[in-house]
Structures are given as structure tokens and as C-alpha cells.
């Protein structure tokens, strides 16, 4: 069975390059439906909290919220990165507080500190599933995401395999130890 939950994210990109109106600057809210599919977890009766998919998530998309998103070979990526030197605020701000850790994958580096996150690709919805698969398919049982943009959507299916310890207590991940981080359940005292 799946648990699906949905997040949204604002964010500025464009398409550098492309020849319609995406390749000037603008904003969207972008909706993101995570699909995970596993086993029902019979101690909970789910397959996974959909709070706790939204949690594991936002740890790291958190750094696309009210983020700027930019190819790597975009001449605004220096420009931007210059105005922000400048006023002070590129290596982070005292408001600055709702960032994620950074991370750097094949397909993006997010600087949270500057709210930036920077692509290989043009930030399109399909690139936005290919950098979201990347960054959480070690984390949960992802078998469908969903990225919807104003008009635009895209989606892909993927396939899972094996299924994840989970606690029965309160249904989120055991970690290597068979240990429940929340509540301290352990899978070697049943
Ligand atoms: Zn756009
Ligand atoms: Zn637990």
C-alpha cells in the first residue's frame, strides 16, 4: 500500500536560455506529492506517518523554499552571488533561519545560507523529480513523486524494493541499530 503526502515550496528560477518567457526571472509555489510504498506496518496500521515523510523531506527541500534556483552556467548566478556580497547577506543573515542542511548531489548544490540552490540542468518540474529522487530515495520508500508548477506537472513512478524496519509504536524508520529515534523503541528487546 502507499502513504502520500504533499509539500509546497516557493521559489524563483528561470530557464536560461530557453526560448519563451521562462527565461526571465520569476516565482511559483510548487506542489511536491511524495508516494511511498512499503508493507502496512501492522503496529501503527500504516505504512508510514505522512507527517513523519513530510519531516524527512523538508530536512533537505526546506533549502528550495524561498530559494533562488539556478542553472550552474547562468550568468546570473555570479551577479546575484555579487549583490549579495555586497549588502553582507551572501554568507547568511541573522533572518536568515529556515534553512535545511546543505547538500551536494550530481544534480544540485543548495547554499542555504545564501538561499540558493544551484542545478546541472534547467529546473524544470521533470528536473525538479530527478534532483527530489536523488536526494531522499535512501531515505524512504519512494514509488511515485509528483511535481506540479502553476501548469506544469510531471511525474515518475519508481520502482521499490525491499521494505523498511519500521517502529510499531509510532511507525517511523529504526535506525541501524534497530532503534527507534523517537521513542526509543528497540527491535532486539521484543
Ligand atoms: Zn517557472
Ligand atoms: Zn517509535
Redo the contacts with the bound molecule.
Keep these: 500500500m502507499k502513504s502520500i503526502t504533499t509539500l509546497d515550496l516557493q521559489y524563483a528560477h528561470r530557464f536560461y536560455g530557453f526560448k519563451g518567457e521562462a527565461q526571465y526571472l520569476h516565482g511559483h509555489t510548487g506542489i511536491l506529492t511524495i508516494e511511498v510504498e512499503d508493507s502496512v506496518n501492522p503496529g501503527v496500521n500504516m505504512v508510514f506517518p505522512c507527517n513523519e515523510i513530510k519531516k524527512v523531506a523538508w530536512d533537505v527541500l526546506r533549502n528550495f523554499d524561498h530559494a533562488l534556483i539556478l542553472r550552474e552556467d547562468d550568468p546570473l548566478l555570479p551577479a546575484i552571488l555579487e549583490v549579495y556580497d555586497r549588502q553582507g547577506i551572501r554568507k547568511g543573515h541573522p533572518q536568515n533561519t529556515m534553512k535545511g542542511a546543505a547538500f551536494k548531489t550530481d544534480l544540485a548544490t543548495a547554499y542555504p545560507d545564501s538561499r540558493l540552490v544551484v542545478t546541472k540542468e534547467t529546473m524544470t518540474v521533470e528536473g525538479m523529480i530527478k534532483i527530489v529522487y536523488d536526494l531522499l530515495k535512501d531515505k524512504l520508500n519512494i514509488s511515485k513523486l509528483t511535481f506540479t508548477s502553476g501548469a506544469n506537472s510531471a511525474s515518475q513512478e519508481f520502482d521499490v524494493c525491499g521494505t523498511i524496519d519500521r517502529?510499531p509504536?509510532?511507525?517511523?524508520a529504526l535506525n541501524e541499530k534497530g532503534v527507534?529515534p523517537?521513542?526509543?523503541?528497540s527491535n532486539s528487546r521484543k
Excluded: A, E, R, S
Design positions: 517502529c509504536l509510532c511507525g517511523i527507534c523517537k521513542c526509543g523503541y
